[in-house]
């Protein structure tokens, strides 16, 4: 049986207000509620609210919530399918090589050659198979520095599926803690860093930014890798500079190729300096030095 989609779409401001009065008036219910933008800096944001149940009753019963809200967008409704999300997403998906490094499914083991550092990544509910234009560049960018610096202690923040963990601690066998904001996209990580066999180097952990005591005991890092989105970056740089060692890299993606200048120019204010930037399928990533 699939789900049914309602949703509202408004700018930020009244889409933060619907969204607040939805997760208050369904919270006893357990209904999945969202907030996200569609398209980045669009100002435009999605209020989504998911049921397996009466569509109908629902739908009435959010319009009955939203009665104060003036003028209220259109409540729309679609029908999601009930796919296996995981199997779907394999169908066509090849494995990506960059460097030394090959991300593949479990479905391409046969196409490792010799000198390959092999990650098996299969796509699941986590970003970051190796397929978006991010990771790659990502992994060029790590795969450069790894030839000639050589990092006593990393950090991949936003670790995602943990492909970019997962990627430094096989090729420097050093270190690394992988953390982000979202436990299933931990969970999947940790499952990522077993398949690889690499649970003795790399630290999991939900958190969100530097907020967890965790960075207090693993400090510094002589790299840290960031594949996250601009906005969230620029308002990180400080506590970057903190974490990182003098003379350490700093691999940022997630970044739009017009954000570009902003983010350097974040940075640059806590002392970092460019070093490059490689582009990819519309996306940056900058590797900096402080």
């Not at 460019?274 to 996306?283: K, L, N, P, S, Y």
């Amino acid at each position: 049986m699939g789900q049914t989609r309602l949703f509202l779409t408004a700018p930020r401001e009244q889409a933060e207000s619907i969204f607040s009065i939805l997760d208050a008036h369904f919270e006893d219910d357990g209904l999945p509620i969202s907030i996200f933008e569609p398209e980045e800096d669009s100002g435009i944001f999605q209020i989504s609210i998911y049921t397996e149940d009466d569509a109908d009753s629902l739908e009435q019963r959010v319009l009955e919530s939203l009665a104060d809200v003036s003028p209220l967008p259109p409540l729309e409704r679609e029908d999601v399918p009930e796919i296996d999300w995981v199997s779907h997403s394999l169908e066509g998906l090849r494995p990506v090589r960059v460097g030394r490094f090959l991300v593949h499914g479990s479905h391409d083991r046969h196409l490792q050659r010799i000198g390959d550092i092999a990650i098996e990544i299969d796509a699941g509910l986590a970003f970051g198979t190796g397929h978006h234009g991010t990771t790659a560049g990502c992994l060029s960018a790590l795969a450069d520095i790894l030839k000639s610096e050589q990092p006593r202690n990393a950090l991949d923040l936003g670790t995602g599926s943990a492909v970019l963990a997962i990627a430094i601690a096989r090729s420097a066998r050093i270190p690394v803690l992988a953390t982000d904001i979202d436990p299933v996209a931990t969970e999947v990580a940790r499952s990522n860093v077993r398949l690889n066999g690499v649970t003795g180097l790399v630290d999991t952990h939900t958190a969100s930014g530097f907020h967890h005591s965790v960075f207090a005991r693993k400090k510094p890092f002589d790299l840290i890798v960031a594949n996250i989105l601009a906005r969230p970056l620029m308002a990180l740089a400080p506590a970057m500079a903190q974490h990182l060692t003098p003379g350490g890299s700093l691999v940022l993606s997630g970044i739009l190729e017009r954000q570009r200048r902003a983010v350097v120019a974040a940075y640059g204010g806590q002392g970092f300096r460019h070093v490059r930037t490689q582009a990819r399928e519309g996306w940056v990533t900058i590797h900096m030095k402080r």
